[in-house]
């Protein structure tokens, strides 16, 4: 790899790929997609002539083959994530992988066994973590603005999906808990900086696809409390709530933020309420140039592999309470 450009290649046409990360790739000035590929050499050919990217290869292995690339992007549906990030890392390229890292906690450590086998960087891609508002959501609590943290609620939900979406095959580790409401829990471990003790949770499935179409969820922390919900046949919502002792942050795009406008923070407190805006920006842009960063200069990734399989277990948790 050049001293100055991460050298890319994407496995998979997702629309996730094609139409927001490898478009965020494209922005940075020390990152390029050079490769893409699909099992249809049609459609890698198609996305990369749309795209600008120089090759397009017809089978995954094909691009793991590919010289030319320093670092794999795995948008590919859950059950493959393992794989391929495995396959990946042995073939000397560091990966970014879409969340959630695996289907479940011994899934993930045999992806952490094989980082550390090749010595390859391998990062789960929670890229709402990298966008400035939540670096001022820590600013603000660390600051003591609301007291201490009491409780966190979120939601994270959206419409129904067609019949055949990877989202709607349980196979594929399909459903919302997993989709999106992974987010929700992510985003309370944080807020929190802890784990929690316990968790619980009711799950809804969808009777034609088994999958679970709604779930809530408690987790139970050593300082407090956090409840969700996340859904797919929904109006699109998210939203985070963060309650201090003595005031409340509400993180009002938390997830998917639009990386044209600012991000709003509604602080509410005994001197009254406020709004703090965070410049915009591409949360995923900021994500691989962190993690380009960690590749170039033999650092640790910016979010560490103890934090995915700790999401991981939690998800396990509500998963098991609530069937």
């Known amino acids: ?99 959630p890292l695996a289907l479940g906690v011994t899934e993930a450590e045999t992806m952490v066994a094989a980082a550390e086998q090749t010595g390859g960087k391998l990062m789960e891609a929670f890229m709402y973590r990298f966008h400035p508002q939540w670096d001022l959501v820590r600013t603000l609590v660390a600051a003591g603005r609301i007291g201490p943290v009491r409780a966190v609620s979120s939601w994270f939900t959206y419409e129904k999906q067609p019949e055949g979406n990877i989202r709607n095959v349980p196979e594929w580790g399909g459903g919302m808990l997993l989709d999106v409401g992974c987010y929700c829990i992510s985003a309370a471990r944080f807020v929190f900086g802890e784990e929690p003790i316990d968790a619980a949770g009711v799950l809804r499935r969808d009777p034609d696809t088994g999958v679970d179409i709604a779930t809530a969820g408690i987790l139970r922390f050593p300082a407090g409390e956090s409840v969700f919900f996340c859904g797919g046949d929904h109006a699109h919502d998210q939203r985070v709530h963060i309650i201090g002792s003595e005031g409340t942050i509400t993180v009002e795009h938390p997830f998917t933020p639009d990386p044209h406008s600012p991000a709003t923070l509604r602080v509410v407190t005994p001197a009254g309420e406020e709004a703090l805006e965070a410049p915009a920006a591409n949360s995923y842009t900021i994500e691989v140039e962190r993690f380009a960063d960690a590749v170039r200069h033999d650092t640790p990734v910016p979010t560490p592999l103890s934090d995915a399989l700790a999401n991981l277990r939690v998800i396990e948790q509500v998963a098991a309470a609530g069937n």
């Open 1 to 99: 790899m050049t001293t100055h450009t991460m050298r890319w290649g994407v496995l998979g046409v997702a629309k996730i790929a094609v139409g927001t990360v490898i478009p965020a790739i494209q922005q940075s000035a020390t990152n390029e997609v050079v490769a893409i590929a699909s099992r249809s050499a049609d459609k890698a050919a198609a996305a990369a002539t749309r795209l600008g990217i120089a090759r397009a290869h017809g089978s995954y292995q094909d691009l793991l083959a590919d010289p030319e690339v320093d670092a794999v992007y795995v948008p590919l549906p859950n059950h493959l994530h393992a794989e391929w990030s495995i396959r990946a890392l042995e073939a000397g390229k560091h990966v970014l992988c879409e969340k």
